[in-house]
């Protein structure tokens, strides 16, 4: 059973619920379930739609400076990024993976909490040999960016 069905479920469950009361209550001269009006406001639908706009625009002109090899680094970062997803996702079914993320953002920060001191003391330690992983790695891109290209005398 997914996710997908699971909720699926769940709101048929609520949608009959509500339907039968309203029926029976209006069948026995009664108020039907207090619901309120539901309604989205244009003011927040035009700072939403503003907010997503100037995101895509920002990932559209990321995406034009890779395509066109403007950054190297960039280009090389995506890549990275690109694998890293590919082999996670070869490894979960999606769903699964959306309730990982629900089930870490509720139970990470409550973790953080009870362990800040341990957490922070290594995710510095982390940090630190990422920083210079990153560094080498740079150093040795842009080495090779950078290298001119020999011409063959004959």
Sequence with gaps: M????VAADALMIVVT?????AQVASF???????????????????KSAIFIR?????????????A?????????????A???VAVVGAW??????????VVGAFSLPALYDKFEDQV?????????????????????IRGALNKPKSKKTE
């Design 2 to 5: 997914t996710l997908l069905t």
């Design 17 to 21: 619920t509500f339907f039968l009361w």
């Design 28 to 46: 026995l001269n009664k108020s039907g379930p207090p619901l309120p009006e539901l309604k989205v406001s244009e003011d927040s639908i035009s």
């Design 54 to 66: 100037d995101e895509v625009n920002t990932m559209l002109k990321l995406a034009h400076n890779v």
């Design 68 to 80: 066109l090899g403007k950054d190297y680094l960039l280009f090389a970062k995506v890549l990275a």
């Design 82 to 84: 690109l694998y890293v």
């Design 92 to 101: 979960f079914h999606f769903l699964t993976l959306v309730l990982l993320a």
């Design 120 to 140: 922070d003391e290594n995710l510095e330690k982390v940090l630190a040999e990422m920083d210079k992983f990153y560094k080498l790695a740079e150093e040795k």
